[in-house]
């Protein structure tokens, strides 16, 4: 017990994460076979009436099409459409997943510095406060999303394709969690502290760079986290009404035009994956700034 | 292997007893509390903690018993141990004859924490009523009983407040209305007046004095104010840290009627010198 | 009120009214042709001077607060009331900034008054947030706000002859929301009323379950409570076209993706809140030897309420993302994501809007119902607390 807790005790984090993905993967592979029980067993019986539970269940876990593909069929098929193929090549996951990525990270970029702009205006603006304020908060419960495809056919219908109209939809939909969790942030140093400042006679930029900024590092990479997930979440569903295009949300499109599970399956681990990536890149940064800085890592 | 289901012992076996018995002149039904040889060890990551060592206390009915010492001499961990809130790696505890746990689930006293822990949700009645819902008492039954205690600490008419509408030491006195509510025969209190303002904390005193003179309950009070200890205790017992033991038990010579006044006796200035020497003789053992 | 800044605005105002708005039939024309229109805003402009220089310190300003509003508002109706469908405002050009540039030359009159009404209402809106606040004064500033911009957007369509296709102008949205309303409210009713209320509370009740049944086991709580922050990090809406081909087109696929989309975030807040009851609170239920569900219910649910009711304020939009999303993977013939996507498909961009306005109001109203309820059931929490 002294010698802290070991990575495999009941106690730490690992065994029970460990635990709770055994279950899901079993659960998964039973849902297969009930979610395929009815295909495989017709096709079976047409062969051979008299035919063996492991034939039942070998056929359920290897459909061609199956309705609920088993993990190990997505895995091999993430395998197969990621290190088999050149990044580069069309077919590959990879060369889509750097579509929707490359989209994200430019909304998200834009979106976050918007966010933080408008923040810092709010703050110091007290007529912005009181007219913007409301309406920010408020755009949070529309559901903005809906927006997208008419963003993106309207940008096609004057030409603008590609990436930009993509980053725009993750523009609009990471800046609001930004701008909110800014002006808390930036708002958050106590009334001893603001007094300290003004005792100094410290002007307004002063107190900003010196005082407010530093507190909301934590509001912002809080933000952050949540706009980078959303701003993903936009690229893809951006991705949907242009299915020619690429990127991840295209192939689950095509995927569901043409009935490949499999295929929806693999690019929507993928989408996992990089959203998980991004936030967790964000957490190493905020961690790195924190440990710099002084804060509780 | 089928393995025996075995009781879970929760006393712990009792080591001594009779040997060293410092209270032979109390009668056995007397006695509320009886800590033997009691030990408690904290396991941490670099080096077992020492929080209590050898701890032996006999607390009488109708006894006001303060516990004082510096942070970190484990008096609260060991009024937690009484309240089987905490378990004691060595030795034993009774409370009435039992051992804590079955005295806690006999609802054999009232608790008061240095907060007034009252729930924000429930007005201050309600709040004074929680542990007789808990407990299953009809509700006309719980009603009258809040109403009395709260007029018993001078909280008449805040009935229908809500806690975070009331001052500290308005809420630290529902606190103590919900303890004696049910009229358990031991009060323990945990630095309940640490965090108020000193004129709060006297009439907060003045009014513990008569609540206690008129329900000679058995308290054990925590403290940190040597004062405050001298003034409400019939015994002082003095504390020291690492490890956590006890240095001095002082029985008070002051009468049994006392007023905030009679902290200027020569007799409480002699105790609380007293106090005084013990805590400094604890502390020149670091 | 920035004094300078309200005379600026008068200023904008008074030059615009002496230059020309834009050409009808070859010739250039102001607003002197036009002068019930050209009234209005004279109108604001003497309302600027006067209550610059006399009614801005009547009754501590308060007035003003309320004169100036009313005067803005009239003085707006100026411009709307030009006959702009008959004037030429931009003659054609190619390219953003060559048809930026070439509407402003044209209509000078007119976008130098636009200019100073939007000063003048922001004036006003210094003034107002500068009352003591007061109930009225903070929904007055941005009700004032929200039409300015409303204002704006209408003004450059209009002015700028903004193919409807790209952006209709507010009262075109406007026009087909009362034109569709029977086909508005009907997809209402197929996405909002079927499946997201149905997505709604199964997913929460799921969510909540889970959260009780974890509570009991430390072990599983240790496990899924990582897994549930890591959740956050993935774009669920994705499962819609899986759920579609489960379900088929029916509300059942679009409360299946709401489910999967709302009942982690109700977990993951379900489990912090059920952690939330601090240690001496429940010492306290130890000290009475309370039961499980004693304590579960007279201490930790309601400790626990700020943060189920905050998980159901995220989840309430999470619920209409996910509904109107799952749509766009094809449904049957009704529903607002549904609307959205054929619609645009033929340009019916004004149709669009006005399903967008529609979820707009049904999202807020969804979050302003719970916020209420939150407030009456959690009056206790620091953040509602009055003395």
Known sequence: ?????????????????????????????????????????????????????????????????????????IAVDLWNSTAELRVTSKRSLLYHAYITASATLVGFAFGSL?????????????????????????????PILAIAPMIIVILASVGVTGLVPKAIISMYLCFFPVTIGMVKGLRSPDPQQMDLMRTYNA??????????????????????????????????VGELPTGAEGGLGSRMLAGSYYGQMVQIWSALVLAAILGMAMVYSIAGIEWATLRRTGGRA | MPSEPTAKVVDLPVRGRGAGDS?????????????????????????????????????????????????????TTLMRIVADLEQPTEGA?????????????????????????????????????????IMGVPKEEREAKAKRYLELVGLKDFEKKFPWQLSGGMQQRVSLARALSFDPQLLLMDEPFGALDEITRDR??????????????????????????????????????????IIDVIESTLPPKRTLETREMPAAIELAHRVRQGLKAGHSYD | MNPRLAWLSALLMAAGLALPVGYYEEGLVYWYQFPLSGAFVAFGVVSVVAGERWLHHLVKGELWAWLGTLAVVIAAIGPMMLPTSELAMRTASEGFVAALADGVTTAPGFWLVVAGLLLFAWTVMQHVSAQPSGRIYALLVPALFGLALIYLWQAVVVGFAIPRVLLPAPTEIFAALTREAATLANDFKETFLKAVLAGFVLGNLLGLGTALVVDRVPFLQRGLLPLGNMVSAVPIVAVAPIMVMWFGFGWESKTAVIVFMIFFPMLVNAVA??????????????????????????????????????????????????????????????????????????MNVDVVWATIAVAAVAGSASYGILALLERSFTFWHPSYRSR
């Open chain 1, 203 to 236: 002007s307004q930029w002063q107190i900003f760079w010196m005082l407010r900024v530093p507190a909301s590092i934590p509001f912002l990479f809080a933000s952050l986290k949540v706009a980078v997930a959303i701003s993903l979440v936009g690229a893809i």
């Open chain 2, 204 to 245: 907060m005193n003045e009014e513990l004095l008569q609540i206690w003179e008129k329900t000679r309950k058995t308290v054990i009070f925590v403290t940190h104010s040597i004062d405050e200890a001298v003034l409400l205790s019939t015994r002082i017992v003095v504390m020291s840290a690492r490890p956590g033991r």
């Open chain 1, 114 to 142: 918007l966010g933080i702009l408008l923040a810092a205006g709010i703050v110091h603006v007290r007529t912005l406060d009181r007219s913007l304020m409301p309406w920010i908060i408020a755009s949070q419960t529309i």
């Open chain 2, 93 to 133: 505890v009774s409370v009435n004859g039992v051992s804590p746990r079955e005295a806690r689930l006999k609802r054999a006293y009232g608790y008061i924490f240095q907060a007034a822990a009252l729930y924000p949700w429930r007005n201050v009645q309600r709040n004074v009523e929680l542990p007789h819902e």
């Open chain 3, 273 to 346: 809140g059920l952690n939330a009851a601090d240690r001496m609170q429940r010492d306290l239920m130890r000290s009475y030897g309370a039961r499980y569900w004693q304590t579960m219910w007279a201490l930790r649910l309601p400790a626990a309420l700020p943060f189920i009711f905050n998980a159901l304020k995220i989840n309430s939009t999470l619920a209409l993302i996910g509904g109107i999303v799952a749509e766009f993977f094809g449904s049957g013939m009704a529903g607002m994501g549904f609307r959205i996507s054929t619609q645009v498909q033929v």
């Open chain 1, 1 to 73: 017990m002294n010698a802290g807790l070991g990575i495999l005790s009941p106690k730490g984090r690992v065994l029970p994460i460990l635990t709770i993905v055994a279950i899901i993967v079993l659960l998964w592979y039973a849902f297969a076979v009930l979610l395929n029980y009815n295909r495989v067993s017709e096709q079976l019986a047409g062969v051979n009436p008299e035919y063996s539970i492991g034939d039942l269940l070998r056929g359920t876990w290897s459909m061609e099409r199956p309705v609920l593909p088993a993990p190990d069929q």
């Open chain 2, 23 to 75: 209270s032979g002149r109390a009668a056995a039904s007397d006695v509320i509390i009886d800590i033997r040889n009691l030990g408690l060890t904290f396991q941490t990551a670099d080096a077992p903690v020492v929080a209590l060592s050898n701890i032996n206390l006999t607390i009488r009915a109708g006894e006001f018993v303060s516990l004082i010492g510096p942070s970190g001499c484990g008096k």
